[in-house]
């Protein structure tokens, strides 16, 4: 296995301070799940909503750690990482 031994997991949310920025991560959201799905060791890649509409949950999973960093670097990169980065992130990684 290459990057180190095990599994990354993310789990945490994203935090919208108000609808605008709701809207930014509605409008960017459906692209990014599709690109970080379609990542070579990705293997699970979810965002979803309960009960408060500014709030997300993530639950991301990599094959290692490597294929978490290249995930990270191209979402920097992306349209979703410039137009989200001022959006607050609550986040715990863990690996397996």
């Given amino acids: 296995m290459s990057g180190g031994a095990g599994e990354v997991a993310l789990r945490g949310r994203l935090i919208c301070r108000c609808e605008a920025e709701a809207e930014i991560v509605r409008r960017f959201l459906p692209d990014h799940i599709g690109a970080s799905r379609a990542e070579p060791g990705c293997l699970h890649f979810r965002v979803f909503q309960q009960d ?11 094959r290692d750690h490597a294929a978490f960093t290249a995930h990270q670097t191209r979402t920097a990169a992306s349209d979703w990482g410039r137009a989200t980065a001022q959006i607050e992130r609550e986040f715990q990684l863990s690996t397996h």
């Fill in 52 to 62: 408060d509409p500014l709030v997300w949950h993530v639950e991301e999973r990599f």
